[in-house]
């Protein structure tokens, strides 16, 4: 993983018009999405439409596209794990839209569908109900996010966020006991 004073000083020197400086960034942003893209569809159930590597180009083209002004690589990886979010929902979405109109078998989540996302109906109600958690608490629908979406462990999480890692487990539990309760009504 990048550390967090490269890869700021890194963002510093782009964004202050390094022409240098984007070579290197963009190298450093393009290995970091493919790794969070091949943890995140190594979760995926097998013969899953997207693969890594279009997951992790279509992340960067839309980092890239939506010229962002990142602080600092906490603020990088909340950008990132939130446009996997988007992309695999979309995919998610879409993939829906084609099958409208077959008897659909309402879900739930489970534990371990954070850990093994299998459907495509999982991750819109996982959508769904972390939209829901972030209205009413949104760190620890960041905390979620980061690890369900960017596939990140409770000490990156809280070196990321400037928390203790335990602080990170609690609000992982207390979220994930949240969504569950949520999506099993």
């Known amino acids: 993983m990048i550390t967090s004073a490269s890869f700021t000083q890194q963002l510093d020197r782009w964004q202050s018009g390094d022409s240098n400086a984007f070579a290197q960034v963009t190298e ?16 995926e159930r097998k013969g899953h439409t997207l693969q890594a590597t279009a997951l992790v180009n279509e992340a960067f083209l839309r980092l890239a596209d ?10 990088f990886f909340s950008l990132a794990a939130r446009t996997l979010r988007r992309i695999l929902v979309d995919h998610a ?3 829906a839209r084609q099958k409208r109109g077959e008897n659909g ?18 991750v819109l109600e996982l959508d769904d109900a972390l939209t829901q958690l972030a209205s009413q608490d949104p760190r620890k629908a960041e905390i979620i996010e980061l690890q369900f979406f960017a596939g990140m462990t409770n000490d990156e999480i809280g070196e990321l966020l400037g928390l203790s890692s335990k602080t990170i487990e609690r609000d992982s539990k ?9 999506l099993s009504e």
């Open 105 to 122: 078998q309402r879900l739930t989540l489970h534990e371990s569908m954070l850990a093994n996302s299998t459907s495509q109906m999982e």
């Open 66 to 75: 939506a010229n962002l002004s990142c602080n600092d690589r906490r603020h």
């Open 174 to 182: 207390f979220a994930r006991a949240w969504l569950h309760q949520l």
């Open 28 to 43: 450093l942003i393009y290995q970091e999405l493919h790794r969070l893209a091949c943890k995140e569809m190594a979760k």
């Open 93 to 95: 979405r879409q993939n």
